[in-house]
């Protein structure tokens, strides 16, 4: 019930177009849910988080769409860029009452020029 | 201000030998974590750390000791290494506060591999 199942493993996108990355969890009470990029050499950064309270989270051309009932939620590149390819990882994690992340298995996507 | 870092970046240990990674940060936070990064398992909690002197066992925390005398350090040590522990190695901080701050922080990475 502690998993976080995240989906596609890797992911190619041309120049342009839309990348998405989901990924889903069984725990009910998480209820902070942020993805981390990962370029590589460097450690995850924080790309951007949403809190169960609103659907949608847009940041620039990164989008989460969280969809509660379904238990899901996932990472939307609009206008994907080569200095995108990264690896991707979404977490979750219940704030209140510990600090740890529960992550996916992470996403390596590709943006083709 | 260098945030967070780790040493060494690299190291090449043989089996059954004694390895410590070191993470320093300058931000005072008072959370700290140690995560092992292998293909197709993310990230995996080692160990973590409240503040100083408080540390708490994560996912994997077998063959792993951790120490925290002081905020800014928190080390790992492979007490005797083997090959199953050759992976990449990363520390975090956080200033984690409910409602207003969760983000994790990440070193660069030490490169470990046991031969």
């Known amino acids: 019930q502690q998993q976080v199942k995240q989906s596609p493993q890797s992911l190619i996108v041309q120049k342009g177009g839309i990348s998405i990355i989901n990924c889903a969890y069984e725990?009910?009470?998480?209820?902070?849910f942020p993805w981390y990029q990962q370029f590589p050499g460097k450690g995850p950064a924080l790309l951007i988080a949403?809190?169960?309270d609103v659907s949608e989270k847009k940041e620039g051309r990164f989008t989460i769409s969280f969809n509660k009932s379904a238990k899901q939620f996932s990472l939307h590149i609009m206008d994907s860029q080569p200095g995108d390819s990264a690896t991707y990882f979404c977490?979750?994690?219940?704030?209140?009452?510990?600090?740890?992340?529960?992550w996916g298995a992470g996403t390596k996507l590709i943006i083709k020029p | 201000d260098a945030g967070i870092t780790q040493s060494p970046r690299y190291k090449i240990t043989e089996t059954g030998r004694q390895v410590t990674l070191m993470c320093h940060q300058t931000?005072?936070?008072?959370?700290m974590f140690w995560y092992r990064q292998d293909l197709g398992h993310g990230l995996r909690l080692i160990y973590y750390?409240?503040?100083?002197?408080?540390?708490d066992k994560g996912e994997v925390p077998d063959g792993y000791v951790v120490s925290r005398s002081k905020t800014e350090n928190f080390p790992l040590t492979l007490e005797s290494a083997t090959r199953s522990q050759t992976s990449v190695y990363f520390c975090?901080?956080?200033?984690?506060?409910?409602?207003?701050?969760?983000?994790?922080?990440f070193g660069p990475g030490t490169r470990l591999t046991v031969t």
């Open positions: 977490a979750a994690s219940i704030v209140d009452s510990n600090y740890q992340l529960i």
């Open positions: 725990n009910t009470a998480f209820d902070y």
């Open positions: 949403i809190r169960p």
């Open positions: 931000w005072s936070h008072s959370y």
């Open positions: 750390s409240a503040a100083a002197d408080i540390t």
């Open positions: 975090a901080s956080a200033d984690w506060r409910p409602h207003i701050s969760y983000e994790q922080y």
